[in-house]
């Protein structure tokens, strides 16, 4: 008689062993193994097994150039930031804290379509039709070709793509959905792989743009096994707090199009729309006060004005606090490092905070003379003109270096009517704009 094989999967990031382990070898979750009955580790192979169908190399030289389709998702904001609108076919996954807007962008998104002429199918796990017309009815999708389904059972939602000609589809969520040839319960590493194996397959044989809502963990990432990550073909993250009205939308992985765009929506009482001018979004011209200092990043192509935030306090306990919101931590205690070190201010005993608005987190080195600035603005608390920019990057030996795309950042600064620029290096064009070089961080005394 043939020995019964065990294997046990972690319910985090779906990896499989012969042996129950306390903590996870891939992503370092504690208890999170459980065994696989037989069905279920039938359904595993399988799936490993159709993602590796064998093919004959082909030379690149005799492989036809597809061009991709789009149409347009009539919002502005989305269509930068999926590389130019949604493509036929694509499976596209958004994440995101709840609350943020993911149902309700969606909902707003599938009714414009829907007023296109495309058949729109909308399945909820989560809610029933009643409280999605509700929200329809605030968000003016009310359209004929928008179809509301209620369903969590996957057999069942297939079926209703069988009935009926669809041409994008929304999934909220896809950690509601169960599929009933496994007895996992939803939202189990098995039933989230297999279900997004059979939305990839259905995307793909039917041309229908399909658009999958996750829930996060607590770290921030997409609940769910990683594959689900790999097998889509978009990943869209909101970024942003419920409580404040602008919300942004970052691309991870695009297959069609470039990851670097973000998209910018604001929370109104009609729904999530494209924000406009969001140029003057982020940082307040009328307030001038100590601790704050002007930047201007690059969010892919879009150059956005950010206001940076310091506030440096004299500390009451031995261990001196360093916080920063929307800013490395590591960062910036090696900016405060340096200050002590080049420019011998005693930070040792005061607390520093640092606070990027809008909440944008930024990602760049550009912001890091700006960083500096607020610091010093706020030690010495001497306010700053809003009519002043700091653009450089700081390296470890005080260096101030220029950073990609000054011309571009110093055109956006002039539109707003920003008068003068402390940079690295002189730019290559004319901008309108008074620019001061700054090469070294002991210069930046020069201003306080």
């Not at 379509?113 to 199918?121: M, R, Y």
């Not at 796990?125 to 369903?151: C, H, P, V």
């Not at 399909?210 to 609940?223: C, R, V």
């Not at 003379?369 to 603005?377: E, G, N």
Request: proline share 2%.
């Amino acid at each position: 008689m043939a020995k019964k094989k065990i294997l046990f999967e972690c319910q985090h990031c779906g990896l499989t062993t012969p042996k129950w382990m306390g903590k996870c070898t891939s992503c370092g979750a504690w208890d999170s193994f459980i065994e696989l009955n037989e069905h279920q580790q039938e359904v595993v192979k399988q799936t490993k097994k159709s993602s590796s169908n064998s093919a004959k190399a082909i030379s690149i030289n005799k492989i036809k150039e597809e061009s991709v389709y789009r149409y347009s998702s009539q919002d502005k904001e989305l269509d930068m930031v999926l590389g130019g609108g949604i493509v036929p076919g694509s499976l596209t996954l958004i994440g995101g804290s709840p609350g943020v807007g993911k149902s309700t962008l969606l909902l707003k998104v599938g009714g414009d379509i829907a007023s296109t002429g495309k058949n729109v199918l909308y399945v909820t796990g989560e809610e029933s039709t009643g409280q999605i017309k509700l929200r329809a009815n605030r968000l003016n999708a009310n359209k004929d070709s928008l179809y509301l389904l209620s369903e969590i059972r996957l057999g069942q939602i297939l079926i209703e793509i069988q009935e009926r000609e669809y041409d994008f589809l929304i999934i909220d969520s896809i950690q509601t959905l169960y599929s009933e040839d496994i007895s996992s319960a939803p939202g189990s590493v098995t039933q989230v792989r297999q279900i997004t194996f059979e939305l990839m397959r259905i995307a793909k044989d039917k041309n229908i743009a399909i658009f999958i809502i996750g829930h996060i963990t607590k770290e921030g990432s997409i609940a769910g096994p990683r594959i689900l990550e790999h097998m889509v073909d978009t990943v869209l993250y909101f970024e942003g707090d419920s409580s404040q009205e602008l919300r942004i939308l970052r691309g991870f992985k695009n297959r069609f199009g470039s990851t670097n765009e973000i998209g910018v929506f604001e929370m109104r009482s009609d729904g999530l729309v494209s924000a406009t001018d969001i140029a003057s979004r982020f940082f307040n011209r009328n307030s001038q006060q100590s601790g704050s200092a002007l930047t201007v990043i690059m969010e892919g192509s879009r150059p956005i004005i950010l206001e940076v935030q310091a506030l440096v306090s004299e500390s009451h306990t031995p261990n001196s606090k360093r916080q920063a919101t929307g800013f490395d931590n590591n960062r910036l205690n090696m900016l405060l490092a340096l200050l002590e070190r080049k420019l011998e201010i005693p930070l040792s005993g005061y607390d520093v905070f640092i606070n990027i608005t809008g909440g944008i987190k930024i990602t760049e080195t550009s912001a890091d003379l700006a960083i500096l600035a607020a610091i010093l603005s706020s030690f010495r608390d001497r306010a700053i003109s809003k009519e002043t920019i700091f653009i450089g990057e700081v390296s470890l030996v005080g260096d101030v270096r220029d950073v990609y795309g000054m011309d571009v950042r110093l055109r956006e600064a002039k539109m707003q009517n920003i008068s003068k620029a402390l940079v690295a290096k002189k730019p290559l064009e004319k901008t309108g704009i008074k620019t001061f070089i700054v090469d070294e961080v002991t210069k930046l005394l020069e201003w306080y």
